[in-house]
């Protein structure tokens, strides 16, 4: 993790840095409201009725227990994108961090995907609540873990590039936002990969975020899993991607007090 | 060894500035200067810099000398683009406030982010927070978001910090000017106090009086290059002479109307950008005064104004020569003072009110200059323009009368 940060920060003072900044932006974003720390909660649940009326009372897409299907998706994608648009303007919104000399920006752009990871954190107890009652909850749960490290790796990977690009090309958080909403179509979150003609399937076989859903759905609800050479696929693609990032960041970085 | 050192150091920016940091800004802006190599615009060229543990190095020179700039570098904040930076590691930089604090958030959550932020870990940044809050002496407002704070309490609550931080290099821009006078002087002893523990200080401010009496050594900027550096002291005193003739290059030729006694380029200087248009001498009951007895109650008037556009925080200088021998007797500036004019659009009076005068009687002369806020030349200046006869019965010899009585004690 060392040469995670410019200037000498350990693993253990960067944890302390992403910790704290988190803390600080949840803080400042629930302090003024009334419902507070129950809003991003509130938020899912809202577009998952939304979701289940539309697409089980409107249009039958006939998926077994639609309700949990759908909130899986729902919760993983939700923080791909909230973690992602953040990081995009990460950067540009922490002038005062990146100015200070013996601050790693890195830690930034990381800083906005933990934010959404607590909205991850409180919707779980309510999908396993749901998972209990259906009577999916098996011992593949256990796997949950690995998935969202995994998840958390690809998202590393964007939240770098993003991020640093942005500081140069104003352009990219727009471009991001036009990127997400595809994405959205593009990721089995409220439909099944199962209902995909044939010839779109490599699509879905080539976006790590749609290998991801399934697996999520995989371990919970007991769909069937995504191919091994498609998980395995996965799981390089966000490594590549997490060096990658890093990599740009880390060059672009110095220059980034002169563009702010 | 701490110490920072700038070697041969050249600073480039992109022509553009922000907002063509967009595709179309790109296209219609950034190519076509790139085209015809006219992107770069040199800030700084072979600047070379060395200051030791303990050491302080001061830099002075006009705005947009460059000065910031070579702050920003030595803090590690941007690469150079030619030259090589050192700096100690636990470098601390309060360069401007816009780079320290969230305006939304409290003033005790900004301190702890700030600690954070500079190595410490969280709980041992929880444990110095009061020590910074006692500094800073923002007990009371330690819950109050950082948007409701003056900027003398943002200083105040940067130098709690950087109390705390103990940096072995410490690097200030300008700032400290707006403290009240008692917590500079509290700075000034925490700095002294860090120096002597083998802090490297480097400070860049207008104010040579600061500069003269903190820093062993200082460098003049001038248009991105050292222009003169070495003992602080005379390098202050280099700069000086040259504002002088920068005042004397930029008084236009003597044209048609003159307002009273004074005459271009004979008593009165300066680029006329901003003008004086009225000095008045009143006495204690407000009448004007030519004349007053030595110990007596004296307001000095003026009515200063800008006609061609606002210029900023210019900075007003009375003095007085006694005319036989054209000594100081006594010479202040709104500067040396810390009285801020702010942005001077339009007419504004400034008063230097003396309690009581005590001059010795004789003839006197005043002169009264308005300057531009970095000392880099006058607006205007008008040169013992104002005669000032002080009167009494006293045979004492010198310069001033203070207060005094004699006792015999036997």
Same mark, same amino acid.
């Not at chain 2, 330690?142 to 931080?165: C, H, I, N, W």
């Given at each position: ?29 629930h ?31 006939n ?96 939240a ?20 997400l ?16 003609p ?26 069937p ?8 696929g ?13 990599w ?13 | 060894?701490? *110490?920072? *050192? ?51 190095? @001061?830099?002075?020179?006009?705005n ?22 050192e ?8 360069? =401007? ?12 959550e =900004? ?9 410490? &870990?969280?709980?041992? /940044? ?9 500094f ?7 819950d ?11 200083? &105040? ?6 109390a705390?931080?103990?940096?072995? /290099? ?8 707006? @403290?009240?006078l008692?917590?500079?002087a ?9 120096r002597?523990?083998?802090?490297t ?27 003169v ?37 004979? =008593?009165?200087?300066? *680029?006329?950008?901003? +003008?004086?248009?009225?000095?008045a ?18 307001t ?5 104004s *800008?006609? =061609? ?21 006594y010479?202040?500036? +709104? ?36 300057y ?19 009167? @009494? ?7 001033? &009368? ?9």
């Amino acid at each position: 993790m060392a040469p995670l940060a410019t200037t000498a920060v350990g693993p253990g003072q960067f944890y302390e840095l992403v910790a704290h900044l988190a803390r600080r932006e949840l803080n400042a974003q629930h302090r003024w409201t009334v419902l507070g720390w129950a809003w991003p909660l509130t938020r899912q649940l809202a577009q998952l009725a939304v979701l289940v009326f539309v697409f089980s009372k409107l249009f039958d897409f006939n998926i077994d227990n639609y309700g949990v299907f759908v909130f899986t998706g729902l919760i993983a994608f939700s923080w791909f994108t909230s973690g992602v648009q953040g990081a995009a303007h990460s950067v540009l919104s922490q002038r005062h961090l990146v100015f200070q000399p013996r601050f790693p920006s890195a830690v930034v752009p990381i800083v906005a995907i933990a934010v959404p990871l607590v909205d991850v954190l409180m919707a779980l107890p309510v999908l396993l609540a749901m998972l209990v009652v259906s009577g999916d909850l098996g011992p593949t749960a256990l796997l949950l873990p690995a998935l969202l490290a995994m998840q958390l790796l690809l998202m590393c990977g964007f939240a770098w590039i993003c991020a640093a690009t942005s500081v140069y090309l104003r352009d990219v958080p727009q471009i991001v936002l036009v990127a997400l909403t595809l994405l959205w179509y593009m990721t089995p979150v409220f439909y099944s990969v199962s209902q995909v003609p044939e010839r779109y399937q490599w699509v879905y076989d080539i976006n790590p975020l749609a290998t991801l859903i399934e697996s999520y759905r995989a371990v919970l609800i007991g769909t069937p899993s995504p191919g091994a050479p498609e998980i395995a696929g996965a799981c390089a693609f966000a490594l590549v991607l997490a060096a990658a990032g890093l990599w740009l960041f880390r060059r672009l970085e110095p220059g980034f007090v002169d563009e702010l | 060894m701490s *110490s920072i *050192s700038l070697d041969g150091v050249w600073k480039s920016y992109p022509r553009w500035s922000a907002g063509t940091r967009t595709l179309r800004g790109i296209v219609t802006q950034r190519l076509p200067m790139v085209a015809r190599g006219k992107d770069r615009r040199w800030v700084l060229s072979d600047v070379s810099l060395r200051a030791g543990p303990g050491e302080s190095v @001061g830099l002075i020179g006009p705005n947009g000398a460059g000065k910031s700039t070579l702050l920003r570098l030595a803090a590690g904040l941007g690469r150079p683009t030619r030259g090589t930076v050192e700096r100690p590691d636990s470098t601390a930089a309060v360069l =401007n406030f816009d780079s320290w604090f969230d305006g939304e958030l409290t003033g005790r959550e =900004n301190a702890v982010t700030a600690l954070v932020v500079n190595g410490w &870990r969280r709980a041992q /940044a929880k444990s110095l927070l009061p020590a910074v809050l006692e500094f800073a002496e923002l007990e009371d407002f330690a819950d109050a978001p950082v948007r409701t704070y003056s900027e003398g309490m943002k200083l &105040r609550l940067a130098f709690g910090v950087v109390a705390q931080l103990r940096p072995a /290099a410490l690097l200030i821009d300008e700032v400290i000017a707006v @403290g009240d006078l008692r917590f500079q002087a509290k700075c000034m002893e925490r700095i002294q106090d860090l120096r002597e523990n083998g802090t490297t200080l480097l400070v860049a401010s207008h104010d040579l009086d600061y500069i003269v009496d903190n820093c062993d050594h200082a460098l003049w900027i001038q248009a991105g290059t050292v222009r003169v550096s070495g003992d602080a002291a005379t390098v202050a005193d280099e700069y000086r002479r040259a504002m002088q003739s920068a005042t004397l290059d930029r008084t236009p030729a003597p044209g048609g109307s003159q307002s009273g006694d004074l005459e271009l380029r004979r =008593n009165r200087y300066g *680029s006329q950008e901003a +003008t004086i248009d009225a000095v008045a001498l009143r006495d204690r009951a407000g009448e004007a005064a030519l004349e007053i007895s030595t110990g007596a109650e004296l307001t000095i008037a003026l009515t200063v104004s *800008s006609r =061609n556009g606002p210029v900023s925080n210019p900075i007003v200088g009375i003095t007085i020569h006694r005319v036989s021998d054209g000594v100081i007797c006594y010479e202040s500036s +709104t500067e040396s003072d810390h009285v801020r004019l702010g942005t001077l659009d339009g007419e504004l009076r400034v008063e230097l009110q003396f309690d009581r005068l005590d001059l010795l009687p004789g003839e006197y002369r005043l002169d009264a200059g308005l300057y531009r806020a970095d000392w880099e030349f006058a607006y205007d200046f008008h040169w013992q323009a104002y005669p000032l006869r002080v009167v @009494g019965s006293q045979h004492d010899k010198g310069i001033f &009368r203070p207060p005094h009585r004699w006792e015999v004690v036997r």
